[in-house]
């Protein structure tokens, strides 16, 4: 928890170093305002608290954002951001084989590992960067949510081998989000191997299905 808020302050406090400056008008020169020291004092600390408090990833990051200064979903609200999202990110995914669910307030993209994915590897394949840039475009615009990213399997090979590389596959996704600015505070990745298949092992098809990446999109709700 401490490493957490540890770098979660060192985020907020660049970026408001960046925001506070301001130009010397006689000698061109950048420095510090007292209100750009107040601002970078109150948002790293509010960040640090917020990523202190929660009592799970999601609640951390959360209280990270909220604390950072992100307006957190009320209301009615929640349902009409969530509405535009899953429609601007149905517009964007037509015809590249992923899917888009919606489950009460939350968005779940799902990724077949046929087309993420070079086989048997957590590289991500050429030809998906596309799909991913133009999620990546909707998340930004849709900073309001966060972004837990899940790597599965089949059960063909070992347990800790199939664990390993759909941990590897979700960071790789999660990695390629945040490269195109995607806010780090909003994402976390873990593996689930073969654990939660969504079709029968017994199959081609259905070790096909269950070879996946899931993003589960959560609004941003105090």
Same mark, same amino acid.
């Given at each position: 928890?401490?490493?957490?808020?540890?770098?979660?302050?060192?985020?907020?406090?660049?970026? !408001?170093? =960046? #925001?506070?400056?301001?130009?010397?008008?006689?000698?061109?020169?950048?420095?510090?305002?007292?209100?750009?020291?107040?601002?970078?004092?109150?948002?790293?600390?509010?960040?640090?608290?917020?990523?202190? &408090?929660?009592?799970?990833?999601?609640?951390?990051?959360?209280?990270?954002?909220?604390?950072?200064?992100? %307006?957190?979903?009320? %209301?009615?609200?929640?349902?009409?951001?969530?509405?535009? #999202?899953?429609?601007?990110?149905?517009?964007? =995914? #037509? *015809?590249?084989?992923?899917?888009?669910?919606?489950?009460?307030?939350?968005?779940?993209? *799902?990724? /077949?590992?046929?087309?993420? !994915?070079?086989?048997?590897?957590?590289?991500?394949?050429?030809? !998906?960067?596309?799909?991913?840039?133009?999620?990546?475009?909707?998340?930004?615009?849709?900073?309001?949510?966060?972004?837990?990213?899940?790597?599965?399997?089949?059960?063909?090979?070992?347990?800790?081998?199939?664990?390993?590389?759909? @941990?590897?596959?979700?960071?790789?996704?999660?990695?390629?989000?945040?490269?195109?600015?995607?806010?780090?505070?909003?994402?976390?990745? #873990?593996?689930?191997? @073969?654990?939660? /298949?969504?079709?029968?092992?017994?199959? /081609?098809?259905?070790?096909?299905?269950?070879?996946?990446?899931? =993003?589960?999109?959560?609004? =941003? &709700?105090?």
């Amino acid at each position: 928890m401490k490493r957490i808020s540890t770098v979660i302050m060192i985020v907020v406090t660049g970026i !408001f170093v =960046l #925001q506070a400056c301001t130009t010397d008008p006689y000698t061109g020169q950048r420095k510090m305002s007292k209100t750009g020291w107040g601002s970078i004092i109150g948002a790293a600390s509010g960040a640090a608290v917020g990523a202190a &408090t929660g009592r799970d990833s999601e609640s951390r990051r959360k209280r990270a954002l909220i604390g950072a200064g992100v %307006g957190a979903l009320a %209301g009615g609200a929640v349902g009409v951001y969530m509405d535009k #999202q899953e429609a601007k990110l149905r517009q964007q =995914l #037509q *015809n590249t084989g992923v899917s888009v669910t919606r489950e009460g307030d939350r968005i779940y993209l *799902n990724m /077949p590992g046929n087309i993420t !994915f070079k086989t048997d590897s957590s590289d991500i394949n050429a030809g !998906f960067y596309d799909v991913l840039n133009s999620v990546a475009l909707v998340l930004k615009e849709y900073n309001k949510t966060i972004i837990n990213i899940t790597g599965h399997t089949d059960s063909v090979g070992a347990d800790s081998y199939n664990k390993a590389l759909s @941990e590897k596959r979700a960071a790789s996704v999660g990695r390629y989000l945040t490269s195109q600015g995607v806010d780090p505070m909003r994402v976390a990745t #873990q593996g689930m191997g @073969e654990s939660m /298949p969504i079709a029968s092992n017994d199959t /081609p098809e259905g070790r096909q299905a269950n070879r996946r990446v899931e =993003l589960e999109l959560a609004p =941003l &709700t105090q």
